[in-house]
Nanobody
Framework: QVQLVESGGGLVQAGGSLRLSCAAS????????MAWFRQAPGKERDFVASVSGSGSATAYADSVKGRFIISRDNNKSTAYLQANSLKPEDTAVYYC????????????????WGQGTQVTVSS
């Protein structure tokens, strides 16, 4: 099992940026693909982005492509989500998740989750 702790959320105006971090512990970090999901009130948890264990492959939801960047530092056992050009519709709780295989977009495929960090974008 991988323990995950997110940080970096907050309140930002539309057009602004935030950098979310996800610190991992418990297993060899580079063996796991990492992903970010988000969940707005009353909505399902949606895929945002994922990165492979080596960091060489990434994938994005269409809604964030060109605005968000996922990355990881295996030496620090930390994954990041750089969120730029934020919009009010990006408001949600953002969760990081870990899985042994890269490429999944369904939350049910990810066994390990953080507690989430709130991102609120004001118009």
């Amino acid at each position: 099992q991988v323990q995950l702790v997110e940080s970096g959320g907050g309140l930002v105006q539309a057009g602004g940026s935030l950098r979310l971090s996800c610190a991992a512990s418990g297993r060899t970090f580079s063996n796991y693909a990492m992903a970010w999901f988000r969940q707005a009130p009353g909505k399902e948890r949606d895929f945002v982005a994922s990165v492979s264990g080596s960091g060489s492959a990434t994938a994005y939801a269409d809604s964030v492509k060109g605005r968000f960047i996922i990355s990881r530092d295996n030496n620090k056992s930390t994954a990041y989500l750089q969120a730029n050009s934020l919009k009010p519709e990006d408001t949600a709780v953002y969760y990081c998740a870990a899985a042994p295989v890269w490429g999944w977009r369904s939350p049910s495929r990810y066994p390990d989750w953080g507690q989430g960090t709130q991102v609120t974008v004001s118009s």
